[in-house]
């Protein structure tokens, strides 16, 4: 693992400021895990890339963001923030994702992540599937190609504030192979949103929300022991 927490690593600069940024691209071969840690934002202009490797940001109240150029091409993708995270500007590459955006207290972050193929909601970095905690933003997960797959909890559930909502998209076929949850002290209140392609939305994993609301492009069967709120099920099928 080579970790990046002040000074410079190859491409990427520090400014003082506790702000990592990637000016020109970074390119690592072997199999292991990068890591950026930052104690105020990651903002990233240049390709980061090792389609065997993994890639680890850890930021502060400065999040983390990407220009069109900022290319993310890798295996793995972990997410540590507890502030904004918009990696939807450019066409990423990645296998795995998760994210971890609990805020101290509650909070407002969002997450914003698309996927130009294939993608799995799994384990990377350390970091099971994606976790909001207290954090009353929003979580929005997309592939613009391929499938999209729930390998591991997505997990909006909080204590005394309204829980995250959250957005899937799949532009092929939707897996929902755990559970996704968006609940406050442990009732369901809160959103999901799942919208699929032509392959529809299927699944065993239990979805526990106020409301779920579901476009798909083909057929839907959730068949889990899902619990959904007063404000029910809304959905538009092809």
């Given at each position: 693992?080579?970790t990046?927490s002040s000074?410079?690593y ?8 506790g ?5 020109s691209g970074?390119v690592w071969?072997?199999?292991?895990q990068l890591?950026l840690?930052?104690?105020n934002?990651i ?5 980061i890339?090792n389609?065997a ?10 999040g983390?963001?990407q220009s ?14 507890p502030?904004?995270?918009?990696l ?12 971890d955006?609990?805020t101290p207290?509650?909070g ?10 294939s993608l799995?909601i799994g ?8 976790i909001t905690?207290e954090?009353?933003g ?7 190609t391929g ?5 591991q909890?997505v997990d909006a559930?909080?204590?005394?504030f309204p829980?995250?909502t959250i957005k ?5 076929t939707?897996?929902?192979?755990t559970?996704?949850?968006?609940s406050m002290d442990?009732d369901?209140t ?8 032509s392959?529809g939305?299927a699944?065993?994993?239990?979805i526990k929300t106020g409301?779920?609301?579901l476009?798909?492009g083909g057929s839907?069967s ?5 619990v959904v709120?007063n404000n029910?099920?809304t959905?538009?099928?092809?």
């Open positions: 693992t080579v990046q000074g410079s190859g491409s990427v600069n520090t400014s003082g400021t702000l990592i940024e990637v000016n970074i071969t072997k199999p292991s890591t840690q930052a104690s934002g903002n990233i202009y240049a390709p890339t389609a490797g993994a890639l680890k940001l850890e930021a502060g109240s400065g983390i963001m069109v150029s900022g290319v993310i091409t890798t295996d793995k993708l972990a997410i540590v923030s502030a904004n995270v918009s939807n500007g450019a066409p990423n590459k990645v296998n795995t994702f998760s994210a955006m609990q207290g509650p407002t972050a969002n997450l914003s992540f698309s996927n130009d193929q799995i384990s990377a970095g350390g970091v099971n599937g994606i905690g954090n009353q929003y979580v929005s997960v997309k592939t613009t499938d999209l797959t729930v390998a909890p559930s909080s204590g005394a829980s995250a899937l998209e799949a532009a092929g939707m897996a929902v192979n559970a996704i949850t968006s442990g369901p809160g959103v999901v949103a799942l919208k699929a392609g392959g939305i699944g065993t994993g239990v409301s779920l609301d476009t798909s839907v959730l068949t889990g022991a899902n709120g029910g099920v959905g538009v099928l092809a």
